[in-house]
Nanobody, 119 residues
Framework: QVQLVESGGGLVQSGGSLRLSCVVS????????MAWYRRPPGKQRELVAS???????NYGYPVKGRCTISRDNAKNTMYLQMDNLNAEDTGTYFC?????????????WGQGTQVTVSS
């Protein structure tokens, strides 16, 4: 079984910053690609950023230039530093990881952490 625990969400004023974390635990061989998605109120889920095991990264258009994704493979942890936040960044942020287990590869989602940006 694999568990994902997100943290770091909260209420922040426009222009402020937040740092989200996602810790992966359980039984697996390796954590492959890790990603942050978000679901703004009333909208569909969208990619925020993803990072491969070799630290190559990809960013969604809405956050490009304002977010930095990183990971610590030794701790099976992913981070998302978000700066210059605005009201459109409000939403539930989800951690998503691809994990190699002994016999297969599985995709897992976290429960989500709420980010609210007040204008």
């Amino acid at each position: 079984q694999v568990q994902l625990v997100e943290s770091g969400g909260g209420l922040v004023q426009s222009g402020g910053s937040l740092r989200l974390s996602c810790v992966v635990s359980g039984t697996f061989v390796a954590v492959n690609t890790m990603a942050w998605y978000r679901r703004p109120p009333g909208k569909q889920r969208e990619l925020v950023a993803s990072i491969a095991r070799d630290n190559s990264s990809n960013y969604g258009y809405p956050v490009k230039g304002r977010c930095t994704i990183s990971r610590d493979n030794a701790k099976n942890t992913m981070y998302l530093q978000m700066d210059n936040l605005n009201a459109e960044d409000t939403g539930t942020y989800f951690c998503n990881v691809q994990v190699s287990r002994r016999w297969d590869v599985q995709n897992y989602w976290g429960q989500g952490t709420q980010v609210t940006v007040s204008s």
